[in-house]
């Protein structure tokens, strides 16, 4: 069973930065591909960014241009780097990940994020 655990979500202002982490508890090499989501109060749960070997990450567009999505496989982390945020950021953010070999998905608990001044 694999476990994602999310951390780095907070309070911020509008315009400030967060980096989100998503820790896994195998090696994310066998996770493929890795997502972030999101959930605003009352609001479906949000695709928000994407990344996949061999290709290049994918964001909504609504947060192209602000959001980074990367990895460090020795630290079997997933990261999400938060520019210009702005209050309709305001979510929990979930992780998820595919497992190569059982195509089994796997989410986090979630954390908050919250934009607000």
């Known amino acids: 069973q694999v476990q994602l655990v999310e951390s780095g979500g907070g309070l911020v202002q509008p315009g400030g930065s967060l980096r989100l982490s998503c820790a896994a508890s195998?090696?994310?090499?066998?996770?493929?591909?890795m997502r972030w989501y999101r959930q605003a109060p009352g609001k479906q749960r949000e695709w928000v960014a994407t990344i996949t070997s061999g290709s290049s990450p994918n964001y909504v567009d609504s947060v192209k241009g602000r959001f980074t999505i990367s990895t460090d496989n020795p630290k079997n982390t997933v990261y999400l780097q938060m520019n210009s945020l702005k209050p309709e950021d305001t979510a929990v953010y979930y992780c998820?990940?595919?497992?190569?070999?059982?195509?089994?998905?796997?989410w986090g608990r979630g954390t908050q994020v919250t934009v607000s001044s």
């Open positions: 195998t090696s994310i090499v066998s996770l493929d591909p």
């Open positions: 998820n990940a595919i497992s190569t070999w059982s195509h089994t998905s796997y």
